[in-house]
């Protein structure tokens, strides 16, 4: 049940677009995005929730699609600061029950 | 959003020791979750610890090697029990948003089992 996340790495130069996918083989209440740096803890990006509701980092969009049960998270113009692995978590029950973590994508800006 | 923290931060431990690791929130919540990081890995849910109930583990973690308390809405720990180099592991507490939805984390206890 684990989400399966791609792509797995991704280098970028600083200004440049990544798209990050997350999926799932079951049925999904919300989908929440991690980024965390290395030595430290996982950072709340955005959460999407079943019906379309959306809350985060005002430089970050997702997307939510319930029936492909996927979700895209989309970094735009980025910077050296965006350098970490992201996590998508997801939740298959109602608000508040635990993350299931996809296995997380690697992301290097360099400038 | 809610802040977290974790004792101790990090510990070197010998096998066959147990270490408690204490998580306390500045707000009272809900729903805390204990989760491990493997070095490397992502993260694992170990168990979802609710006030007044026994906590609620997922597979391949057991209360005799992961017991964990919840005494108030504000604080848990969780105890690794006789443990092993395999148990070196972040261990990170989180906690839900209380009706936001968000989930943060604790900054984490690094183990290191010799």
């Known amino acids: 049940q684990q989400p399966v996340q791609s792509p797995q790495a991704v280098i970028l130069r600083e200004g440049e677009d990544a798209v990050i996918n997350c999926s799932s083989s079951?049925?999904?209440?919300?989908v929440h995005w991690y980024r965390q740096k290395h030595g430290e803890a996982p950072v709340f990006l955005m959460i999407?929730?079943?019906?379309?509701e959306q809350k985060g980092h005002e430089k970050i969009s997702a997307s939510f699609n319930e029936k492909k049960q996927q979700s895209s998270l989309y970094l735009t113009a980025s910077q050296l600061s965006y350098s970490g692995t992201y996590f998508c978590g997801t939740a298959h029950g109602q608000a508040g029950t635990a993350l299931i973590f996809g296995k997380g994508t690697t992301l290097s800006v360099s400038s | 959003s809610a802040v977290i923290s974790q004792k101790p931060s990090r510990d070197i431990c010998q096998r066959g020791t147990s270490l408690t690791i204490q998580c306390q929130v500045d707000s009272q919540v809900t729903m805390m979750f204990w989760y491990r990081q493997q070095p490397g890995q992502s993260l694992t849910l170990i168990a979802t610890a609710n006030q007044g109930s026994e906590a609620t583990y997922e597979s391949g973690f057991v209360i005799d090697k992961f017991p964990i308390s919840r005494p108030n809405l504000t604080f848990s720990t969780l105890t690794v029990s006789n443990m092993s180099p395999e148990d070196s592991s972040i261990y990170l507490c989180s906690v839900d948003g209380q009706g936001d939805y968000e989930q943060f984390f604790g900054p984490g206890t690094r183990l290191t089992v010799l």
């Open positions: 999407l929730l079943k019906g379309g």
């Open positions: 079951k049925a999904l209440y919300s």
